[in-house]
């Protein structure tokens, strides 16, 4: 079982930037598919982005296109979201998840992760 830790989160104003950083430990972390979602008060989980094991392959919502970065570095057992130009509809308290896979793939939906951080919230302020 992977244990995975959120940090990075915390008050930015509309325009400004946030790092969100994901730390694994437990496992091989170069064999897990990785994905940052977000849930805002009153909705549901939503997909944000994920990347592949090798980082070839990203996906991204429509909505962070052009703004949200995900990257990982494998020998630091740890995935990034790097969100620019950040908008009040960006507030959420956003989640890392983790998927085992041996096909190099990306994944987008909740429902085949079985790993979770705990979560860390993002308040973007107009």
């Known amino acids: 079982q992977v244990q995975l830790v959120e940090s990075g989160g915390g008050l930015v104003q509309a325009g400004g930037s946030l790092r969100l950083s994901c730390a694994a430990s437990?496992?091989?972390?170069?064999?897990?598919?990785m994905g940052w979602f977000r849930q805002a008060p009153g909705k549901e989980r939503e997909f944000v982005a994920a990347?592949?094991?090798?980082?070839?392959?990203?996906d991204y919502t429509d909505s962070v296109k052009g703004r949200f970065t995900i990257s990982r570095d494998n020998a630091k057992n740890t995935v990034w979201l790097q969100m620019n130009s950040l908008k009040p509809e960006d507030t959420a308290v956003y989640y890392c998840?983790?998927?085992?896979?041996?096909?190099?793939?990306?994944?987008?939906?909740?429902?085949?992760?079985?790993?979770w951080g705990q979560g860390t919230q993002v308040t973007v302020s107009s």
């Open positions: 998840a983790a998927k085992r896979s041996f096909v190099d793939r990306v994944v987008l939906s909740s429902d085949m992760y079985n790993n």
């Open positions: 990347i592949s094991q090798s980082g070839g392959s990203t």
């Open positions: 437990g496992v091989t972390f170069s064999i897990y598919v």
